[in-house]
């Protein structure tokens, strides 16, 4: 059990082996779904996974219970008490994995076996009163081929916490069979934990903003039902049927280049799709569908298991004369909002509509739409040593939605299904529904949208302003963003010659740099934090978000050669981003990293090792920067606004107002972006570099601490096979730029970009073997 567990229970309640937790809102409503239809199953998820190995029932039981031991959610129970449902974690369930032996039984009378077995465990209800929900069952075929058939309630899972349980399960097999431990991370917070923080969030008054979004979007809703073949019953029976089609992959092919063509995502175009399918036999203009987004935002909760999902509502307007491409767009705005307001539980979602709970319907949507790449991994597979793992369609549980479309990636492409409620549709209708859904798609353009209008930019200090146009399409920003972006393109120095140092960057800090090249190079800086009040992101993979970086980067210098230059985690994406360049055939000469720790380099560290610098780093900074505040050197609000939890509950913000501590507007601007560097190092935990043959030049602060745990290099050594240079700059790691550091910078570049882009009257500069002592080459390492 973990340390909030047992904080938080009473004697009583450890002496009778569990502990209890608040349930989430979604939790309640499943809970009270499932009280109301007892003998209903669709509240059930039914995962199927072939395994292949050498595979025996008591290892799958032995490493099944222990996964069970290890993460809570799948040892949690339900308890009514007079402060609402909690979360009830015992400390210990008994777990024992069903078998049905399939081997020997010729191929089709074991496939309808399985088929039977599977149907009957996702159709077979959780007892509320259960200890666990979650239950298994393994059809064994060979000694090295099997189908494990895993049943959950949704109150436990979600698509994301299969993946995680897929990964530990092979993980596991895998060490038993080779006689070790498995390879497992640390459980550092369990759903119960989630739980609590989300109690808090949602009574901090932080969701203010999503209410008030979602107030004005929910107005005057209207529900939107597509007409049955039959009435609808008094009472919902869940009856359903999945159908499907695959598309071609052509197709497929071409719908991902439109949605990159309009800068959106896959999501927004089928969906889109789907909206103009299902409008002519609704006989509305206005389609309203319910949609899943996952609500793992922060590392933090990237390693829980539970449903950490939420369900948003997309309205989208197809009038008349509509388009793919347009509806495409809207969508694709009305998902942004959505994404940035994602935290408001549906339930509140639902009071704003006016809704009111009905047996014969679902709650709020009839209609709902997901999306899912892949549960497991690339192609759905998960592999170590000798074994494998595969997912493959699960069984229909129930139907929860009049109807439910989704999306699923195969390794055979992209298929298109739909889970239909028997009660009111027949098979043909459903079939009619998908096939439409597919026409529409069809008409997919591949067309990218107008090109912006040339945006001035006004560029205080040396040379004149210029003229920036024609962004180009993003697969995964918003449109609305690159124009916010590009408005923000500023280039000092423009008359310069050379090489522009193509700048991603955080804050307004490089003005000194710039006048300290002063006619010698041109420098650009592309601020990469986006406009408006911090918010909000999906999950995305790093080099997507650098794709992005790369678009911007092309549309303030459209041809190399490139010098790229990046702080902290922008560090890290300007390598990435030299990758993508190189790979379309461009040449990158340098590549400045500023204070920019190597991704990977303390995730890969043994646990001990990541503990122990975490200490060291906090050990340092909280006492110096403490100082720096008493001395005047830096505000208490900057010093206070380090700490997540301050500025989650506005602790400073407050203080500010009643005159008890001081600040400034600059420590304000920092803060304000700090939430996006946040964010983006949350996706770059994920992001290892691919080895980089050019030439590296790395600033690191002179103040970082030193020693075994931090390496003089940030940990590039092991990435950069080039030429890679170290020079220490005076400063803070926040503090680089200012003017001692900005000179320092400066005249190391300037020696070592003398042979780089120069003109002819300084070819002859000295190069990187004429760098001072302190600089650290990979020549003399």
């Known amino acids: 059990m973990n340390g909030i567990a047992l904080n938080i229970a009473d004697t009583h309640e450890l002496e009778a082996g569990y502990a209890l937790f608040p349930a989430t809102a979604c939790q309640v409503r499943f809970w009270h779904e499932q009280r109301a239809s007892p003998n209903a199953s669709a509240l059930n998820i039914a995962f199927r996974l072939q395994l292949s190995g050498p595979l025996k029932a008591a290892s799958l039981e032995q490493v099944l219970g222990e996964l069970v031991a290890r993460h809570e959610i799948l040892r949690t129970g339900f308890l009514m008490t007079g402060a609402g449902l909690r979360q009830q974690v015992w400390s210990d369930v008994p777990f024992q994995l069903e078998v049905v032996d399939l081997a020997g039984i010729e191929e089709n009378a074991a496939l309808a076996q399985a088929e039977r077995v599977g149907r009957e465990q996702a159709r077979t209800p959780f007892e509320l009163t259960s200890r666990s929900f979650f239950r298994a069952v393994w059809l064994p075929r060979s000694v090295t081929q099997g189908e494990l ?16 349980l897929v990964r530990e399960l092979v993980e596991g097999l895998a060490a038993l069979h080779g006689g070790h431990a498995p390879e497992w991370p640390d459980v550092e917070l369990h759903h119960g934990d989630y739980a609590l923080w989300k109690e808090e969030f949602l009574a901090s008054g932080a969701l203010d903003r999503a209410r008030a979004h979602w107030r004005e979007e929910l107005q005057d809703f209207n529900r939107f039902d597509v007409p049955g073949d039959r009435p609808r019953p008094q009472e919902r029976r869940f009856q359903g049927v999945i159908r499907s089609t695959l598309l071609p992959g052509a197709l497929s092919e071409r719908l991902i280049a439109a949605a990159k063509a309009q800068g959106v995502t896959l999501f927004s175009v089928a969906a889109a799709g789907l909206a103009m399918a ?40 197809v009038p008349e004369g509509s388009t793919l491409a347009s509806v495409t767009a809207q969508c694709g705005a009305k998902l942004s909002e959505a994404i940035e307001h994602l935290h408001l539980p549906f339930e509140e979602m ?15 949507c009839s209609v709902n739409f997901a999306l899912q790449k892949s549960f497991v991994g690339m192609d759905d597979e ?69 090109p912006l209008a040339p945006v001035h930019h006004s560029v205080p200090g040396k040379g004149t302003p ?33 090489t522009p140092i193509i700048a991603l960057n955080n804050t307004a800090v490089l003005f000194g740099l710039a006048q300290q090249f002063a006619c010698e190079r041109p420098l650009i800086d592309i601020p990469m934090v986006p406009e408006g009040a911090p918010r909000e992101f999906p999950q995305r993979a790093f080099q997507d978000i650098t794709a992005d970086a790369v678009r911007l980067i092309r549309l303030a210098r459209p041809r190399g050669p490139y010098i790229l230059m990046g702080h902290c985690v922008l560090g890290a994406m300007s390598l990435e981003a030299a990758h993508q360049l190189r790979r379309e055939g461009e040449t990158v000469e340098l590549i400045i990293l500023n204070d920019s720790w190597c991704p990977g380099y303390r995730e890969m560290m043994p646990w001990y090792d990541r503990q122990l610098r975490k200490m060291q780093v906090r050990a340092d900074n909280i006492p110096r920067d403490f100082r720096k505040a008493m001395r005047g050197e830096t505000s208490m609000a900057a010093f ?32 304000e972006n700090r939430w996006y560097i946040e964010y983006l190092l949350a996706q770059q935990a994920r992001y290892r570099p691919a080895p980089y043959d050019g ?27 080039g030429k890679l240079v170290v020079t220490p700059v005076p400063g803070m790691h926040d503090q680089i730029f200012r003017p001692a550091g900005a000179a320092v910078i400066a005249k190391q570049l300037h020696e070592r970009l003398g042979g780089i882009g120069a003109s002819p009257a300084v070819d002859g500069a000295p190069g990187e073997q004429d760098a001072p002592p302190t600089h650290l080459s990979r020549a003399n390492a």
Not at 289 to 300: A, I, V
Not at 395 to 418: E, T
Not at 468 to 478: C, D, H, L, N, T
């Open 466 to 498: 210029r003229f920036v146009a024609g962004v180009g399409a993003s697969g995964f920003m918003s449109q609305a963003e690159l124009e916010a972006k590009a408005r923000n393109i500023v280039q000092f120095n423009e008359e310069a010659p050379g």
């Open 640 to 671: 206070l606004n380090q700490y997540r939890i301050v500025r989650w509950l506005h602790i400073a913000d407050v203080a500010l107002k009643l005159g008890l501590i001081k600040g400034d507007a600059s420590e304000h601007l920092v803060a």
């Open 382 to 450: 998960v592999r170590r040593h000798d074994f494998a793992a595969t997912t493959s369609p699960s069984f229909n549980a129930g139907a929860l939605y009049d109807l439910n479309f989704f999306m699923v990636r195969r390794p055979d492409g992209w298929r298109i299904s739909c889970e239909g409620d028997t009660d009111l549709y027949d098979v043909e209708t459903i079939d009619g529904h998908i096939a439409k859904w597919r026409e529409v798609l069809e008409t997919v353009e591949v067309v990218a949208q107008r």
């Open 695 to 721: 030439d590296v030049q790395i600033f690191r602060s002179d103040q970082a601490l030193k020693g075994r745990l931090f390496a003089w290099d940030l940990g590039w050594q092991s990435v950069v096979t």
């Open 278 to 317: 299902l409008k002519p036999a609704a006989g509305q203009t206005s389609v309203a569908m319910g949609t899943q987004m996952s609500l793992r935002d922060q590392q933090e909760l990237e390693g829980v298991v539970g449903p950490l999902i939420n369900t948003v509502i997309l309205r989208l307007d």
């Open 350 to 364: 639902m009071e704003l509509a006016g809704e009111v709970s009905e047996k014969d319907r679902p709650p709020l």
């Open 149 to 164: 058939q895993l049943t959950f309630h949704s109150l436990v899972m979600d698509g994301w916490s299969l993946g995680i």
